[in-house]
Every structure is written in structure tokens, then in C-alpha cells.
């Protein structure tokens, strides 16, 4: 400092301590006084110095103070953003990632690490880069909020985001910046779409909804609920649920509550009231729904008028139990009351009876006046029975033209009689149907209860044999079951059983009884023959073929022997034994089943055998009855090339105008008519006038049983063309026919076949 600049500093200090300056000063107060200022200055120095290092230390503190609270300041915001679920992110103006944030990494399309510095178009599809590209856009734009929900696949799956987008204040690189924020509302939207579906489910449901609070005061039904009761919602809301009260008992609902509290849900059927004062069924459910510590907040009710399917419910049960065209109780109702009337009669001990009616002839009325006749010849035939019964008793169709009769509080057995020649008297009259006179009788078997069976299924059978009994004394009739009819009913059970044992065990076998020709001497047929292969006495093939038609049977029986004869035709053509045909019986209720052609023709085609390999023979008691179904299976058959025979010709009733329009080959006579051909001279006539009215008719003659040759000496004489009987061969078992095909071509007269 220059002298002059220091006086004058001395001076204007020497002023402002009030000295003056115009005297000289004392030079021992100069002395001090210099002392003083240079005290001054020093210690001035030194405050500076001080004032210097303290600014020092105070920056450097201050610069650590702040990026202490900075470093806070960041950790709050970081545990703030951590504890949110939410993503953020800083995106630049062209799309690119400056920053990310997130809670949960798996709710990121990449890692934060690959992310940060890459675009929008490298990281997401295109259509979802484009979405966010305008929506950051719009947000720097406009300078304002812009919302999107979006759906992304990210490595949790397939997720629902809702995005806020604001402008970030803040610049990247010398570009405008956008904060978006991003939260997975996946929960959320699958929440919101099952409380519509719910509410969708709970306005479309059919059934009746009711939600009650935990004091059981009704807070929401819904449309179904008010259709059942007739209630509105303003009428039900904010009340008990007096729907649920049964008309028929007043306690029914403190039960309901009662079981609910027990076991937390209730269900059953009340008969309630609708608004309008109808009563109806109503099936009703009642749940409750826990809150908090397992106690009940609400309840559910879920109630449907159950009217429709009571009605429904009778109506089937009617047609369960009730004929359609007659409107009478049919087999399964029949059945059940018989059991109560056995019941009934074995407490009371008076006797009860069942009637078993079948109509006379009716499958004719069928066929030549139609089903429509028929079935009102039905109708009328059970109006007129229930007239003729008495008020007690319960009349049923059980089949086609079947009817039962139950009868209970019986003095006797005598007291049926008059009730069945009621029966019968009621239909002597004509019936008058479709502009028709038709005349129709019944037979009927009586059975009665405790002497002619000892439970109902017996009591059936029984009145069963006794109506064919009556069947054949000649129709229209009735007749008791009796001890010569239980003998027969025996013996029919018994066949029965063993043909049921014999198709479940495979224990029939066939055997086959050669027919020759009486000219050339050759064998030109075999008959199939079926047997029982067991121990018991044999049955007679009559006997065998009545029960198997009796019990319906017969269809599976002749199954099995076609299907084994014509796998016989094969083992023998496979041999190369000569090419012959192979009768085999066939019942009328084969052929009057709709399918039986078919199912031959099937069977033909499996096994490769020609049509002309088979002959069907078929008695003449199964033509007494023109049937349209017979008649097309028969011509169907012919069609296949298979051949028919009539068998046991002059023991049934066929007409011969019926006999003309069949495609017969050959006509049997029956062994009855030859076995006393020599002795007794109206059997030759028979047989004479058979060959020739069958050779008027073109058809070959076959006669049956021949054993002597005296017999066979006649047949030649009158013309017969082919015969079988024990004279020549017994029915042999398939190997025996082979064997002795492959050792002789001829048999000649008088050489019979081994056995």
C-alpha cells in the first residue's frame, strides 16, 4: 500500500474515532496509537484468514450435507417407487428408453440393462411401438395426461397394463423427455369381467336369485325371482323372505333356518304362494356365505318353480305305467298291482284270479283292413271290456291283442266264471270300425290264487297255458288252469330252460339226415337237424320249436343253426364234397320279422355260400295267416336264390289259394300219412292225391319217415320224387357225412348209411 493511500486511510480512521488530525498527536500516544492499528490490522488479518478457512470447510461441508440428503432423498423416492406396482419409464421424444424402473422385472418385456437406450421399435411389436410412439407424442404436444390400456406378452404371460403418460420436464441429450407409467391391471379386468358375467348370470338366470343380508332381510333378486312370485324387487327388498313359507305348514320355514344354522345350507320342495294367490311347487336351495371369522354375512337363495316338471313327471309316468292307444294300465302297471293283489289275498286269505285274454284272429283284421282299423278295433274291444267287468276289478293291455283281468274278493273259484262269460258275451256283438262290421272273439285262461300259483310270475305262466288251452278247444272260450295244464306248464318251463342253457352254454349241436332221389338214387339234399347235447331225455323237435316261439326264442335259435350250416357248406366245400343244398326249418316268426332277409343276406355274403346252397322248410300252419311281412321276406329270400319247401304238409290249415302264390319248390308229406301208407287206404289216397296236385302245381313231393320198403315201393309207385326216413339213413353228425361222401358217389336201394 502507498504511503499516501495509507494516510488517508489513517486519516479517515483517525475521523472516525473522533480524533483530529490538525494537531500533531502526542508521540507517546502515536505510539500506542500505531500499536493499536497494527494490533488492528493483524488481528483483522487474522479474522480474514479464519473467515477464508471457515468458508472453505463450510463449502465442503455443505457439498457432503447435500449429497447426504440427496442420497436420501433418492433412497425414499427409490423405496417409494419399489413399494409401488408399477413400471416407470423416462422415454425420449423418438421412443428411447433413458430410464426404467420397475418392482417386478418379470412384468418387463427385456431386463432393465437391455432396455435403457434402445427404441420403442427394437423392443415391442410393431403395432404396440407405433401405439406408444403417438401416445408420447400427444403428451409433449398437448402438455397434458394421456391414458392407454394395452395388452403385452411378458415373461409372466399374456398381461393387461394401463399406461399414464405426462411430459417429464426434463431433457435427455437436447431431447424433450415423456414419464410413463405403467400398471398390470390384469387382475383387475378379469375381476370386473366375472362380476359382469355374474351379473350377466345372475339377470339371464332362469332360476330364482335371492341375496339376503346376515339378518335375513331380502337385498337383490333378480328377474327370475319375480316372474315365480309375482313380487317386484320394490316389493321384496328390505323384507323376510316370506316366499319361502309352505302353505301346508306353518313351521316349515323356522325348520329351514334351523338346518341352516346346523349345517350352513338347506335345500328341499314347499308349496309356496305367488303375489297372486296361486300356490305352486317351488324347490328351493339356501346357502350361506362366510365372512370374516367363518361368520355369516349374507345368504343365497336359489329357488324354481317346479310346476312344469311335476306335470312333466306325471305325464311320464303315466306313459310308463298306461297303453297310449287304449289309455289303460299296461304290462308294468299290471304287474305291480298283481303283486298287491297276491299280497292282499295272502293276508285276507280269500282267493283273487287273473284272467289272460288274447283276441281271436285279430292279425288278420290287421292285415286285410290295416293298423288303423286294427288299433280302433282295440280301442273299441277295451271299452266294452270295462263295462263288462266289475267296478273292483283292473283290467290291463299287456301286448298287441292282449288283456288282463285281476280280480280280488273272491267267495270261490267259482265266482270268476261268471265274470268271464260276461267278458266273452260282451263281444258277440259286431263292432262297427271305419264304416266295417268286424267280428272278434277272445280266449281266455284263468288262473287263480293261491291254488294255481304260488307267487305272480307263476299266476301268469299259468293263465297263459290255460288261454292257448282255450286256443285250441276252438276259441272263444275260457278255461281254468288245471292239473293236466300245470303238467304241460312243467314241462314247457323246463324245455325253456334248458334251450336258454343250451344258446348260453353253446351246447346244441346239428346232425343231418340225407335226402335221395328215388330215381337216380342219389343223394340230393340234407335236412339240419338240431339237438341238445346233454344228458337229459331228448326233446321233441315239435315240442322244442313251440316253447322257442312260446318265449321268443326262436329268433336267436335260428340264428345259430343258419350260421352254422352254412359254416358247415363251407368245411364241405373246402374238402370238395359234391354241391348240395342244405334245408333247414325256419319258423313263421322268423319270417315275419322285418329284418330276417337282410340278416340272411348278410350272412351269405360273409361266408361266400350261393343262395341255392339253402332250402328254408316251413310247416304249413305258418301260411294260415296271409301276411304282407312274411310274404316280402319270402319273396326277398327267393330273390338270394334260396329255396323253400313246405314241410309237414296236411297237418295244418293253410288255404291253397295262398299255397298258389308262394315261391315253393318242393312239398314234404308228413311222416303221419306215411307211416300207415300200406294199411290203411285213406292215407294212400292222401298221398296220392298230394303227389299229384304238387306236381299240378310244379312242385317236387318229398315223403318224410319212410322205414320200410314196402312204403318206399309205393311212393316210387305214385310218383313221389324224393324221400328221407330211417330205411335209407338216421340223421348222422357232420364227420359221418363226410366220411361216407368221400367213399361212395351212389347209394343204391337197400344199402342204408351206417346208423
Not at 298306461?322 to 302297471?333: A, F, K, S, V, Y
Not at 330273390?639 to 304238409?649: P, T, V
Not at 315261391?663 to 300200406?678: E, G, H, S
Not at 306236381?695 to 315223403?703: D, E, M, Q, Y
Request: aromatic residues 6%; hydrophobic residues 45%; contains cysteine.
Amino acid at each position: 500500500m502507498s504511503e499516501n493511500s495509507a494516510n488517508h486511510l489513517l486519516a479517515r480512521q483517525l475521523a472516525e474515532l473522533g480524533l483530529c488530525a490538525e494537531e500533531p498527536p502526542d508521540p507517546a500516544n502515536w505510539r500506542k496509537f500505531l500499536e493499536r492499528v497494527g494490533r488492528s490490522y493483524a488481528e483483522a488479518e487474522t479474522e480474514r484468514l479464519m473467515l477464508e478457512r471457515s468458508l472453505a470447510v463450510s463449502s465442503r461441508e455443505m457439498e457432503a450435507l447435500y449429497q447426504r440428503q440427496r442420497r436420501s432423498y433418492e433412497g425414499r423416492l427409490h423405496a417409494i417407487l419399489d413399494a409401488l406396482p408399477d413400471l416407470l419409464f423416462l422415454v425420449d421424444e423418438v421412443g428411447r428408453y433413458v430410464e426404467v424402473l420397475a418392482a417386478q422385472p418379470e412384468q418387463l418385456v427385456l431386463p432393465r440393462e437391455e432396455l435403457v437406450g434402445k427404441t420403442l421399435d427394437e423392443v415391442l411389436p410393431a403395432p404396440a411401438a407405433r401405439r406408444f410412439q403417438r401416445m408420447i407424442r400427444r403428451a409433449l404436444e398437448e402438455d397434458r395426461m394421456v391414458r392407454l390400456r394395452y395388452v403385452l406378452r411378458v415373461p409372466a404371460g399374456e398381461r393387461v397394463f394401463e399406461g399414464r403418460c405426462v411430459p417429464a420436464r426434463y431433457q435427455s441429450e437436447g431431447r424433450r423427455c415423456a414419464l410413463f407409467l405403467a400398471r398390470d391391471v390384469t387382475e383387475e379386468v378379469e375381476a370386473a369381467r366375472r362380476e359382469q358375467l355374474i351379473g350377466t348370470v345372475f339377470r339371464a338366470a332362469t332360476e330364482g336369485i335371492v341375496i339376503l343380508d346376515a339378518s335375513r332381510r331380502v337385498i337383490s333378486v333378480n328377474p327370475a325371482f319375480e316372474r315365480i312370485t309375482g313380487l317386484t324387487a320394490r316389493d321384496a327388498v328390505g323384507r323376510a323372505p316370506a316366499f319361502l313359507e309352505d302353505v301346508t305348514d306353518p313351521r316349515h320355514l323356522r325348520a329351514v333356518w334351523r338346518e341352516v344354522r346346523a349345517k350352513g345350507s338347506w335345500a328341499g320342495e314347499l308349496t309356496a304362494r305367488r303375489a297372486t294367490g296361486e300356490t305352486y311347487p317351488l324347490w328351493a336351495t339356501v346357502d350361506t356365505v362366510p365372512g370374516t371369522e367363518d361368520q355369516e354375512t349374507h345368504y343365497l337363495v336359489l329357488m324354481s318353480d317346479v310346476s312344469a316338471i311335476k306335470q312333466s313327471r306325471a305325464e311320464l309316468e303315466y306313459v310308463a305305467t298306461h297303453d297310449i292307444l287304449t289309455g289303460m294300465p299296461n304290462r308294468r302297471l299290471f304287474m305291480d298291482r298283481l303283486e298287491g293283489a297276491v299280497t292282499r289275498s295272502r293276508r285276507s286269505g280269500k282267493p283273487c284270479a287273473l284272467l289272460f285274454l288274447d283276441l281271436d284272429r285279430f292279425k288278420a283284421v290287421n292285415d286285410t283292413l290295416g293298423h288303423q282299423t286294427g288299433d280302433a278295433l282295440l280301442k273299441a274291444v277295451a271299452l266294452r271290456l270295462e263295462r263288462a267287468i266289475r267296478a273292483s276289478d283292473s283290467l290291463a293291455r299287456i301286448g298287441g291283442d292282449e288283456f288282463t283281468v285281476i280280480c280280488e274278493d273272491l267267495g270261490s273259484e267259482a265266482d270268476v266264471a261268471p265274470i268271464a262269460e260276461k267278458i266273452l258275451g260282451s263281444l258277440t256283438r259286431p263292432f262297427r270300425i271305419m264304416g266295417n262290421d268286424i267280428e272278434i272273439s277272445a280266449s281266455v285262461g284263468i288262473a287263480v290264487y293261491p291254488d294255481d300259483g304260488r307267487d305272480m310270475d307263476e299266476l301268469l305262466r299259468h293263465a297263459d297255458a290255460a288261454m292257448y288251452a282255450a286256443k285250441q278247444s276252438g276259441r272263444a272260450c275260457y278255461q281254468f288252469f288245471t292239473s293236466e295244464l300245470r303238467g304241460r306248464a312243467h314241462q314247457r318251463f323246463m324245455v325253456e330252460q334248458r334251450l336258454r342253457r343250451a344258446l348260453a352254454e353253446g351246447s346244441f349241436r346239428l346232425v343231418y339226415q340225407p335226402q335221395f332221389d328215388l330215381v337216380t338214387h342219389r343223394i340230393v339234399g340234407l335236412e339240419a337237424l338240431l339237438r341238445l347235447d346233454d344228458e337229459d331225455p331228448p326233446i321233441s323237435p315239435m315240442d322244442c320249436v313251440a316253447v322257442a316261439e312260446a318265449t321268443g326264442l326262436i329268433a336267436p335259435l335260428g340264428e345259430w343253426v343258419i350260421e352254422h350250416v352254412l359254416a358247415q357248406i363251407a368245411a364241405w366245400n373246402a374238402l370238395g364234397l359234391p354241391a348240395m343244398r342244405v334245408a333247414v326249418n325256419v319258423s313263421r316268426r322268423q319270417l315275419t320279422l322285418g329284418a330276417f332277409a337282410q340278416w340272411v343276406q348278410d350272412r351269405l355274403n360273409r361266408t361266400g355260400i350261393p343262395g341255392g346252397r339253402l332250402e328254408f322248410e316251413i310247416t304249413e300252419s305258418a301260411f294260415v295267416e296271409d301276411e304282407a311281412e312274411m310274404q316280402g321276406n319270402l319273396h326277398a329270400l327267393r330273390a338270394l336264390g334260396i329255396r323253400f319247401a313246405i314241410d309237414d304238409f296236411g297237418t295244418g290249415h293253410a288255404s291253397l289259394v295262398n299255397l298258389k302264390q308262394l315261391p315253393l319248390d318242393r312239398l314234404k308229406i308228413d311222416r303221419a300219412f306215411v307211416r300207415d301208407l300200406t294199411v290203411d287206404p285213406n292215407d294212400e289216397a292222401i298221398v296220392r292225391a298230394t303227389v299229384a296236385m304238387a306236381h299240378g302245381l310244379g312242385l317236387r313231393v318229398v315223403a318224410e319217415g319212410v322205414e320200410t320198403e314196402a312204403q318206399l315201393s309205393f311212393l316210387k309207385a305214385a310218383g313221389c320224387d324224393e324221400m328221407q326216413g330211417f330205411l335209407w339213413a338216421r340223421p348222422q353228425p357232420p364227420e359221418e357225412i363226410t366220411r361216407w361222401f368221400l367213399s361212395a358217389e351212389d347209394v343204391p336201394l337197400g344199402a342204408p348209411l351206417p346208423g
